[in-house]
């Protein structure tokens, strides 16, 4: 069976008799609907996405499936966050691997909890893992690109977005009944306030040329969003500005870095 790596994540345990409070005050999702795996948010004071997080049980101990650009930066806040909790953090990344397949073939393959069309996640040392699934790989970012399912860190910078315009709502990441966390009044206000003005789309244009990543979308000489890091063919992910989707005709021409693309279709995070 085609197993594929995620060379950009990275794994942390969470251990000690302060294990679920330690989280519960830090994370978007509650700690405590942990069954079989849980993805979560962690935000910034103001409410922004600092990095998001998959949470698996393993005996005594939470697994952390996290971004690997952001652990250096995660760790640091985690043993700050820490104080006088009994609570061990420990970085497990050189050790162990995460990694993703679409047929499960053992118990401690756990759905991935944002959507059953995107398979299975687990760990695996680092010394067994095999690196050629490129394909399966493949498949797996363009079924994210098609329901428009953002993935960090390839899609989505730290501190830059705030967790209802990449659709994290609709992700199962968010709960909105657990008590205070960082960040918590922030969405919460956001959420009262109703659709925030930016939301995440799949852009599909007629041209062959590849789409800039991570570029802003203009319109007129307006910015009107930002392409993230996902793309394959004709399509990307992008977030746009929901009023200009609303007005836009159906036959569009916008530019990213300086090229021209007609538009042909614009389909939002359902």
């Not at 967790?163 to 960040?183: Q, S, T, V």
């Amino acid at each position: 069976m085609a197993h594929f790596v995620f060379s950009n994540r990275a794994v942390i345990s969470v251990s000690g008799t302060d294990q679920i409070n330690f989280l519960q005050g830090i994370i978007s999702n509650d700690v405590h609907k942990l069954s079989q795996s849980l993805y979560t948010l962690i935000l910034t004071s103001t409410g922004k996405v600092f990095c998001d997080a998959f949470i698996f049980k393993d005996d005594d101990q939470l697994l952390l499936d996290v971004p690997k650009p952001s652990l250096t930066s995660l760790l640091k806040k985690l043993m700050l966050y820490k104080l006088n909790s009994s609570v061990m953090v420990t970085d497990l990344s050189n050790h162990f691997s995460v990694i993703g397949s679409f047929e499960r073939s053992s118990t401690k393959e756990l759905p991935d909890p944002r959507s059953s069309y995107l398979g299975y996640r687990s760990f695996m040392q680092s010394s067994q893992v095999r690196h050629d699934c490129h394909d399966t790989k493949r498949q797996y970012d363009q079924k994210r690109l098609d329901m428009s399912i953002p993935d960090m860190p390839e899609d989505i910078e730290p501190e830059l977005h705030f967790p209802l315009e990449l659709g994290f709502d609709k992700l199962n990441a968010i709960d909105y009944h657990k008590g205070c966390y960082i960040g918590q009044e922030v969405v919460a206000r956001t959420t009262h306030l109703g659709r925030p003005r930016k939301g995440l789309y799949q852009v599909t244009c007629t041209t062959n040329q590849a789409m800039a990543k991570h570029s802003n979308i203009t319109y007129q000489e307006k910015i009107i969003g930002k392409t993230l890091g996902t793309a394959f063919g004709h399509s990307t992910m992008a977030i746009l500005d929901h009023k200009w989707v609303a007005e836009a005709e159906s036959l569009v021409t916008i530019q990213i870095e300086g090229a021209e693309y007609h538009v042909t279709d614009i389909k939002q995070q359902s």
